[in-house]
């Protein structure tokens, strides 16, 4: 039998499935939506995403459902460091290892890796999902060693 998950593990649970899901959703609706098509590193995003929403489902049936839980942040903190080396290449920082580009499926022309195709305060979507992936995945991280300082003061 497993051990209940506190308040601050069901948080946390609820963040690892809901901050990666909200971020592809994101990243849909600026592609479908907006005409912002991906290139290769932006799909590198996306992958640990997958994975994270994965995790966390899991996390919701199969014990132990905290190491399902930590392991999502960690998919999702991936995803954040891929988006620092987008973001770093985007900003001219370093070179990409690709060819940086990818073809839109819609047309002849060709997605770039080292050129955001939007910015909101010179922060690209590669820069919003670094910043919003390792300050999630550290929050999750966080409210799960919370329960262990708890049930460490209990004792």
């Known amino acids: 039998?497993?051990?209940?998950?506190?308040r601050s593990d069901r948080l946390a649970q609820r963040l690892a499935l809901g901050i990666p899901a909200i971020l592809l959703a994101g990243a849909y609706i600026?592609?479908?939506?907006?005409?912002?098509?991906?290139?290769?590193?932006?799909?590198?995003?996306?992958?640990?995403?997958?994975?994270?929403?994965?995790?966390?489902f899991v996390s919701y049936t199969a014990p132990?459902?905290?190491?399902?839980?930590?392991?999502?942040?960690l998919a999702i903190a991936?995803?954040?460091?891929?988006?620092v080396f987008h973001a770093g290449v985007e900003y001219g920082w370093w070179e990409s290892p690709l060819g940086?580009?990818?073809?839109?499926?819609?047309s002849l022309?060709?997605?770039?890796?080292?050129?955001?195709a939007w910015t909101l305060m010179g922060i690209s979507l590669a820069g919003f999902?670094?910043?919003l992936s390792i300050g999630s995945a550290v929050a999750i991280w966080i409210l799960l060693l919370a329960r262990d300082r708890q049930i460490g003061e209990k004792a």
Not at 30 to 50: D, K, N, V
Not at 64 to 73: N, S
Request: proline share 9%.
């Open 64 to 73: 132990p459902k905290r190491v399902w839980i930590g392991l999502a942040a």
């Open 100 to 106: 940086c580009t990818s073809t839109d499926p819609f």
């Open 30 to 56: 600026s592609e479908y939506g907006f005409g912002l098509f991906p290139c290769e590193m932006c799909w590198w995003q996306r992958y640990p995403h997958f994975v994270a929403v994965a995790l966390a």
């Open 129 to 131: 999902n670094a910043l």
């Open 1 to 6: 039998m497993s051990t209940p998950l506190s």
């Open 109 to 116: 022309e060709f997605v770039r890796c080292d050129e955001p």
């Open 78 to 83: 991936v995803s954040g460091a891929i988006g």
